[in-house]
T-cell receptor, first 113, second 114 residues
Framework: DAKTTQPDSMESTEGETVHLPCSHATISGNEYIYWYRQVPLQGPEYVTHGLQQNTTNSMAFLAIASDRKSSTLILPHVSLRDAAVYHCILRVAPGANTGKLTFGHGTILRVHP | NAGVIQTPRHKVTGKGQEATLWCEPISGHSAVFWYRQTIVQGLEFLTYFRNQAPIDDSGMPKERFSAQMPNQSHSTLKIQSTQPQDSAVYLC????????????FGKGTRLTVV
């Protein structure tokens, strides 16, 4: 059963800041929010993850709602290389018996020149 | 760091033949995962190992599929009597269990059963 809900696709233009939403209304207290992205002919690539606080790294900013029922991956100044399928995934805390990632279909991000 | 290495990148087998897919996880990673990806089903979890021991194989088809991890440097996924519906990209991934933050994926093996 899918535990996250994402839009099927989003469109953007190079240089824009993109906001990718994810809904996870039934998230458990020990579940982290992970984001991965995948381009054709490659395996998924880690983008970022968080538990409760907003996080930032060189790739993206992850904004997590205070009730943790939703999150938004923010990609600043996108380029054509950011075109990919973006997956929002819930994962039980590291060290638990199950650390697998359960993927949905994700959001296809299209970036136009 | 060469990342997770999967071989071969492409494999074509005849219906009914056996296919063995290889994965070399990142050195020092104790968790190894196998996934299957198709257009229709997307990315499906198959199985994973921790310190070479099978932990969760809930995604493995009950017949014809088996996975092993004989040592910490490689894992294999074997499909016996391959069928056309087994055609997919098979992805291997690894992570450091203690930290467990990032899961690193290989580029996958594209299996085509003709």
């Amino acid at each position: 059963d899918a535990k996250t809900t994402q839009p099927d696709s989003m469109e953007s233009t190079e240089g824009e800041t993109v906001h990718l939403p994810c809904s996870h209304a039934t998230i458990s207290g020990n579940e982290y929010i992970y984001w991965y992205r995948q381009v054709p002919l490659q395996g998924p690539e880690y983008v970022t993850h968080g538990l409760q606080q907003n996080t930032t790294n060189s790739m993206a900013f992850l904004a997590i709602a205070s009730d943790r029922k939703s999150s938004t991956l923010i990609l600043p100044h996108v380029s054509l290389r950011d075109a990919a399928v973006y997956h929002c995934i819930l994962r039980v805390a590291p060290g638990a018996n199950t650390g697998k990632l359960t993927f949905g279909h994700g959001t296809i991000l299209r970036v136009h020149p | 760091n060469a990342g997770v290495i999967q071989t071969p990148r492409h494999k074509v087998t005849g219906k009914g033949q056996e296919a063995t897919l290889w994965c070399e996880p990142i050195s020092g990673h104790s968790a190894v995962f196998w996934y299957r990806q198709t257009i229709v089903q997307g990315l499906e979890f198959l199985t994973y190992f921790r310190n070479q021991a099978p932990i969760d194989d809930s995604g493995m088809p009950k017949e014809r599929f088996s996975a092993q991890m004989p040592n910490q440097s490689h894992s294999t996924l074997k499909i016996q009597s391959t069928q056309p519906q087994d055609s997919a990209v098979y992805l291997c991934a690894s992570s450091s269990w203690d930290r467990g933050t990032e899961v690193f994926f290989g580029k996958g093996t594209r299996l085509t059963v003709v």
